[in-house]
């Protein structure tokens, strides 16, 4: 099973950059989906954007544009590059990995928040 650990996240102020990761370590399947996700105080959970082992990625609508998703695979570890940040961007963030098929991340976002998903820590982003 994989472990997933997230950190990057700060304070900021609006209209500044942050870079997310999320590191994976354990078993590594060689098909999989690895998505962040955000929660807002007083809010439900969202899903940001999605990274098929195959390179593709699928953006939540209101996320296009503003924040990039990445891949390392040979440090094992997922990016989220947060542009141009907004107040309504504060959120504790969070990754979420499965092994699925790459097809299946175009729906993986949907899929993650319907199930009881074991969160880890999350990193936290403020935005001011």
């Known amino acids: 099973h994989v472990q997933l650990v997230e950190s990057g996240g700060a304070s900021v102020q609006a209209g500044g950059s942050l870079r997310l990761s999320c590191a994976a370590s354990?078993?590594?399947?060689?098909?999989?989906?690895i998505g962040w996700f955000r929660q807002a105080p007083g809010k439900q959970r969202e899903g940001v954007a999605v990274f098929g082992s195959d390179g593709r990625k699928i953006y939540a609508d209101s996320m296009r544009g503003r924040f990039t998703i990445s891949g390392d695979n040979t440090q094992m570890t997922l990016y989220l590059q947060m542009n141009n940040l907004k107040p309504e961007d504060t959120a504790m963030y969070y990754c979420?990995?499965?092994?699925?098929?790459?097809?299946?991340?175009?729906?993986?976002?949907?899929?993650?928040?319907?199930?009881?998903?074991?969160w880890g820590q999350g990193t936290q982003v403020t935005v001011s």
């Open positions: 354990g078993y590594i399947p060689s098909s999989y989906c």
């Open positions: 979420a990995a499965e092994d699925l098929a790459t097809y299946q991340c175009e729906t993986y976002m949907e899929w993650v928040l319907k199930r009881d998903e074991l």
